[in-house]
């Protein structure tokens, strides 16, 4: 299932509310920017391992750079769809193996 949220306050609430299994975010959305809203969910125990994805129109190294360090996963710039369904698929096998990998514990 996909969670629209028309703006960061939203993604934050949804996230909050129910369970997801990655964060796709704009970097640049009203009330609360795609940073500021991987630095909350860092920072919530529950949820602080979700892949996340900066999907933007922000084209340029130091743009991907500070997504990187602001805690997203992955960072691609809009328009390439091929490339974010790859990318989703890549982190839903990294997932997959982590969790297989803890239950081997």
């Known amino acids: ?17 129910k369970h997801f299994d990655v964060l796709v975010s704009d ?6 920017s795609g940073l ?4 909350f969910l860092r920072k919530q125990e529950k949820i ?3 892949p996340a994805i900066a999907l933007t129109s922000l084209a340029g190294e130091e ?7 602001a805690g997203f996963d992955r960072y691609l710039v809009k328009l390439d769809r091929k490339e ?9 096998l990294e997932s997959a193996r ?7 514990a």
């Not at 299932?1 to 509310?17: M, S």
């Not at 970097?27 to 609360?32: I, K």
């Open 1 to 17: 299932t996909v969670q629209i949220a028309e703006n960061g306050k939203k993604a934050w609430t949804y996230l909050q509310e």
């Open 27 to 32: 970097m640049e959305m009203p009330g609360l």
């Open 36 to 39: 500021e809203l991987i630095a």
């Open 48 to 50: 602080k391992d979700m």
């Open 63 to 69: 743009y991907r750079t500070r997504a990187l360090q």
């Open 84 to 92: 974010l369904l790859e990318t989703l698929q890549e982190l839903r």
């Open 98 to 104: 982590e969790v297989q990998d803890g239950s081997e």
